[in-house]
């Protein structure tokens, strides 16, 4: 990634629409109630992603979220998002989903996936993918991420996908209690752990947690930083600048509308270039950062 030419590092962008596969109708339902609850319909292919993000020389990580078991759904695959990061790597990097549920199978993909295609990380969404993050079943998928000392997010808070829908979608938000990440952050404690979104409605749960623990990060997708509460602008301005980074949950969210408002929640001018791309450039491993405070 060429980071001196870009503004900014999106650190959470949503693969929508497969260029090489056809839409699968399973699981229809939850994108109308997420519409619905979003205001959007927008589903960019990822080619399309990829040129909005390079009009704005604005860096990106893609993934999917793989969610087969929970809600039946065939995913986008992980070898797309990467081999789209491969040609675009001047501004784009792929994270890889994998849903915990495969297990061995699953741990199998993830080296394959890291060694054959160079992912960079992995992304969990434990209310989507039905699972909590301190499952056993899911330590052989964590293994690999910690062997090779990759980055993992994990959708914490509440979940738009499922909002409105009877019974949630049979979804439980309870699974993204940032709290369950405990065990997992101590367990692996080389493995550098994302707190996707302001955890609402347990915000104080995840600065205690990413205070405590040091290899826990927060990114600020989901949410425009206008709705933001003021304990996270008062950490992330604070004891927490170092760790925190700059997402916007594209395409429900555009970082054109979330950089505006970014620029209106009071965080200090100092503290913003770290936000808006020196911390992930540090997670990521990417060229040189003014701080190794937290550094994988």
Known sequence: MNCDELIAIDFHTHAEVSCCQG????????????????????????????????????????FTVDAEAQIGRRRIPNEEIAEAARANADMMIAFASIDPHKGVMGAREARRLIEEYGVRGFKFHPTVQGFQPYDRFAWPLYEVIAEYQLPAIFHTGHSGIGSGMRAG???????????????????????????????????????????????????????????????????????????????????LITPDCWLADFAKAG?????????????????????????TEGKP
């Open 23 to 62: 839409h699968d109708p399973f699981g229809d339902e939850f994108d109308r109630a997420a519409d619905k609850y979003f205001g959007s319909d927008r589903r960019p292919t990822i080619a399309e992603t990829v040129a909005y993000y390079r009009e704005r020389k604005i860096g990106l990580v893609m």
């Open 169 to 251: 979608g049979g979804l439980r938000v309870g699974n993204s209690n940032p709290m369950l990440l405990e065990d997992v952050a101590i367990d692996f404690p080389d493995m550098q752990i994302v707190m996707a979104h302001p955890s609402w409605p347990w915000q104080d749960e995840a600065l205690s947690l990413c205070l405590h623990k040091p290899n826990l990060w927060i990114d600020l997708s989901g949410w425009s930083p206008r709705y933001f509460p003021p304990q996270l602008v008062q950490y992330a301005n604070t004891l927490l600048k170092e760790r925190i980074l700059f997402g916007s949950d594209f395409p």
């Open 267 to 291: 965080f200090r001018p100092e503290v913003a270039p770290l936000i808006l791309k020196q911390n992930a450039m540090r997670l990521l491993g990417l060229g040189r950062s003014q701080s």
